[in-house]
């Protein structure tokens, strides 16, 4: 065998030799690579989302909590019915209202993680302990949100309100 | 040092004779075989070779000389100017077609220059081209005229050279006349003479006086040095006849030469050996006929080590893969430092479920006592406010009554505020009765007046 024969088969041996450990070595393992980099990616932006150490992070957890000062998480529907009644009532009956009427009107599909239920009730008040009442609504854990207020003036009794509230409070 | 593996042929024997040395060169090495000098005769040569040099020489310094028979030449002697090479050619190829009676297209010829006695060699080029598949295979270094060769190394090699003198090479059944002047070959002629003849005496005279002929010639008289080199122990015994006939030729005597053990014949036999390895010097010049045709041409090989450039690449290549194999360590520490235990996941969940809780109150939430203060009519005296309908999703919606046209000032007090947009003012209606305008109005507030879906986003 000449030694142009030897280096022909040499180079063959080289380049069939790269194109394998190309295909079986080189193509894998970057592949993996790339999964482990996007992966790591997805993690280190959660982290920075939550990292408590962080002023940033601090910050808007300072701000949240400002705005939303008080709440709850959902509890089931069950739980979460009781409860929403119990506080409406209590901040109903500390202000001296009388409700004509408190109950749960429906409720929503899930969006997200959470149902929205919806209370509702009736009373006459006078227009000061609306506002009040308005006023510690805020303080509820449970309420999610205002979603339905009708304020009628009492022809009979001047001073006096016709309202009507619907109060929204989440469950899983 | 250099390696010198000369090829010729000479007395019906290829010699292939191996010399080392640099401007002196020794005899390493003689293989001859019988026949032609043709590529296989060449092949056998190269495979005989057993000494130091042997063998297929694959020194990096070898020469290989290609040594070809005068007796396939012709040599004229003419008077040239000295002038540059491409007005030479020209000058030349004039004077030939004066002089030879072959047509100069037929010829490859060379020339040496020197004033009237400018030496001319020319050689069928149908010759030539018989001889180029060999040339080619075996690429020789150089094709030297062997007549030209034993010149050089008579000059070299004897043990008083005369400088004006003629050579009478006797080989091939041919006497080859070489002459010297001032140490320069000036004129080369063949005489055809075979040493079976010899025996007979009127062929002996008829040499000599062809021979007494070309001495007149060349203006030889009785003190004129003529040298016998014979090229063989027959041919020395020609000479020796020759000298019968009272021809005055001097012996050619050769230094002792510096090699393998070789009789002083056998030293004679491979003088055209030594003449070839003399005319590899840079510094000398000989009768190139081949010029036009062949050139021996090196082909461009890496001269420096591969071993190096291979290293280094591979050192390279190394060092890239070992980066890629540390960067994907690294990633891989990374991630595995982010993966966290499963408790500290589960906190980390609940507090990013508290977050997007209280994103979502925020979202959802209206500022419903920033909403009254918007919509109490400050400052508006005789407006009140009935009924006020707030719902989300929905326009809100505003009743009242003012005993006066005081509920376009009360809407153009909520047209200032930037909460609202939209305001439409309803058909006021005039009681007579209780002498009062009931209205009302419809407006929208900040994005609550949206649906859920679109609200997103806008607060």
């Not at chain 1, 901040?91 to 001296?96: A, D, G, H, P, S």
């Not at chain 2, 004129?187 to 079976?196: D, I, P, T, V």
């Not at chain 2, 001097?250 to 002792?256: G, Q, Y």
């Amino acid at each position: 065998m000449s030694s142009r024969d030897k280096r022909a088969i040499i180079l063959t041996v080289l380049v069939c030799g790269s194109i394998l450990f190309n295909h079986y070595v080189l193509t894998p393992w970057f592949s993996h690579w790339e999964e482990i980099i996007e992966e790591k990616d997805q993690l280190s932006k959660k982290m920075k989302k939550v990292n408590l150490g962080s002023s940033s992070v601090k910050a808007k957890i300072a701000a949240l909590n400002k705005k939303m000062p008080h709440f709850k998480l959902p509890e089931n529907e069950h739980a979460q019915r009781h409860l929403m009644h119990k506080k409406v009532s209590e901040q109903l009956k500390k202000l001296r209202i009388k409700a004509d009427r408190i109950g749960f009107i429906g409720s929503s599909k899930k969006d997200g993680p959470y149902r929205k239920l919806n209370l509702q009730s009736q009373f006459i008040c006078p227009l000061a302990q609306l506002f009040d009442l308005l006023a510690v609504l805020e303080d509820n854990p449970y309420l999610g949100s205002l979603e339905d207020m009708n304020i009628r003036v009492d022809p009979k009794e001047r001073g006096k309100v016709w309202v009507t509230l619907t109060l929204s409070t989440y469950c899983l | 040092m250099k390696i010198i593996e000369s090829v010729f042929h000479l007395n019906g024997v290829c010699h292939r004779v191996l010399l080392s040395g640099n401007a002196q060169f020794t005899i390493q090495e003689d293989i001859s075989l019988p026949g032609e000098l043709n590529s296989d005769t060449f092949r056998k040569l190269r495979e005989e070779g057993k000494g130091p040099f042997g063998g297929e020489v694959n020194q990096k310094e070898k020469q290989l000389i290609w040594g070809f028979d005068s007796t396939h030449v012709m040599t004229t002697t003419m008077e040239l100017p000295e002038q540059d090479h491409a007005e030479m050619e020209s000058i030349v190829k004039i004077q030939m077609e004066n002089i030879l009676p072959v047509p100069v297209e037929e010829l490859a010829f060379h020339w040496r220059a020197s004033g009237p006695q400018s030496l001319l060699v020319t050689i069928k080029k149908k010759w030539i081209t018989g001889q180029l598949d060999t040339l080619r295979h075996y690429k020789p270094n150089k094709v030297i005229l062997n007549g030209e060769a034993v010149a050089r190394a008579y000059q070299e090699y004897a043990q008083k050279p005369h400088n004006d003198c003629l050579l009478l090479w006797w080989h091939d059944d041919t006497i080859e006349m070489l002459r010297l002047k001032k140490g320069q070959l000036v004129f080369m002629r063949c005489l055809h003479a075979e040493k079976e003849e010899m025996s007979s005496e009127i062929s002996r005279e008829h040499i000599k006086e062809d021979l007494l002929a070309i001495f007149d010639e060349l203006g030889l008289n009785k003190q004129s040095q003529i040298i016998m080199i014979p090229s063989s122990a027959e041919y020395a015994q020609c000479f020796s006849m020759l000298e019968y006939s009272r021809l005055e030729l001097s012996p050619c005597h050769l230094k002792k030469l510096d090699n393998i053990e070789l009789d002083h014949q056998k030293q004679l036999t491979l003088l055209p050996a030594l003449g070839h390895a003399l005319l590899t010097e840079p510094k000398e010049s000989y009768f190139n006929v081949f010029r036009d045709h062949y050139t021996h041409s090196v082909k461009k090989q890496f001269s420096g080590n591969l071993y190096y450039p291979v290293a280094l690449f591979a050192l390279a290549l190394l060092c890239i893969l070992g980066y890629y194999y540390l960067e994907y360590q690294l990633d891989l520490k990374k991630l595995k430092a982010l993966q966290l235990e499963p408790e500290i996941q589960k906190q980390l969940d609940e507090k990013q479920r508290v977050q997007n809780y209280q994103k979502l109150l925020i979202s959802e939430r209206p500022d419903i006592i920033d909403f009254i203060q918007v919509i109490q009519p400050k400052g508006i005296r005789g407006v009140t406010l009935t009924e006020v309908q707030f719902k989300k999703g929905q326009q809100v919606k505003i009743s009242g009554t003012t005993k006066n046209d005081e509920y376009y000032k009360y809407m153009e007090e909520l047209q200032k505020n930037k909460s609202l947009s939209n305001i439409t003012l309803h058909t006021p209606v005039y009681n007579k009765q209780k002498r009062m305008t009931s209205f009302s109005l419809t407006f929208k507030y900040k994005g609550w007046s949206q649906k859920a879906k679109s609200r997103r986003g806008v607060l």
